[in-house]
């Protein structure tokens, strides 16, 4: 790959475009594609088939698909597991796993099934596109979204913004009747400065609420 190819993609800033869901950061992929064609108009990208389909099924894997990206005659491959939206792998059939019960915001020390449904085609296409934008990625645009970057090129946070971070934080758990110690507990820390992706930490406490 160019380096001008690498440079030019990097430099676009892409964060009002993307969507923050379950720890993971999604791209739009009109605008990944659409910005990407704008400066490069001879991309290209290819879905790989297998034995005819789009996708490759294990049965106690799961589902993959797979792109190859061409930009300026330089191809890369990239490849996405098709996920529901707990981030858990979609099989064929539907599938239950373990979870810690919540009661009222409370621990019971029970476990409980979760169940993850079975795969649609619908499923399936939308992982493609969330691939293309990853593929796309390889080459420079949105790379710093995979890194956990922010902004390109934008500052490291000052030590008075971190401390009100964690402020924040604690202040989100509590108003929702939670603990530090709870939250520390489930995510197996000794203290929520270890915590590293704090906006996942108070999605998640969110949809603890939401119930």
Not at 6 to 11: D, E, I, M, P, R
């Given at each position: 790959m160019t380096?001008?190819?690498?440079?030019?993609?990097?430099?676009?800033?892409?964060?009002?475009?993307?969507?923050?869901?379950?720890?993971?950061?999604?791209?739009?992929?009109?605008?990944a594609w659409g910005e990407t064609k704008k400066r490069f108009p001879d991309a290209s990208y290819t879905v790989d088939l297998y034995d005819g389909k789009p996708y490759l099924y294990d049965e106690h894997l799961g589902y993959l698909v797979s792109t190859v990206v061409t930009i300026d005659g330089k191809s890369l491959p990239m490849s996405l597991p098709v996920m529901d939206g707990a981030n858990n792998a979609m099989k064929s059939d539907r599938y239950s796993y373990k979870v810690i019960e919540w009661v009222n915001r409370q621990k019971t020390g029970n476990m409980i099934d979760k169940w993850v449904e079975p795969a649609t085609m619908f499923d399936i296409n939308k992982t493609m596109m969330r691939c293309l934008v990853k593929n796309i990625a390889m080459f420079g645009l949105g790379l710093y979204i995979y890194a956990g970057e922010d902004i390109p090129e934008e500052p490291q946070l000052s030590s008075e913004d971190i401390d009100k971070m964690y402020m924040d934080l604690q202040a989100h758990i509590e108003a929702n009747g939670f603990t530090a110690q709870q939250i520390c507990e489930t995510y197996q820390v000794q203290s929520l400065r270890e915590l590293t992706d704090v906006k996942a930490v108070i999605n998640q406490i969110n949809e603890w609420v939401k119930g």
């Open positions: 380096d001008s190819i690498f440079n030019t993609l990097s430099q676009v800033n892409v964060n009002d475009k993307t969507k923050a869901k379950n720890k993971l950061t999604y791209l739009s992929w009109p605008f």
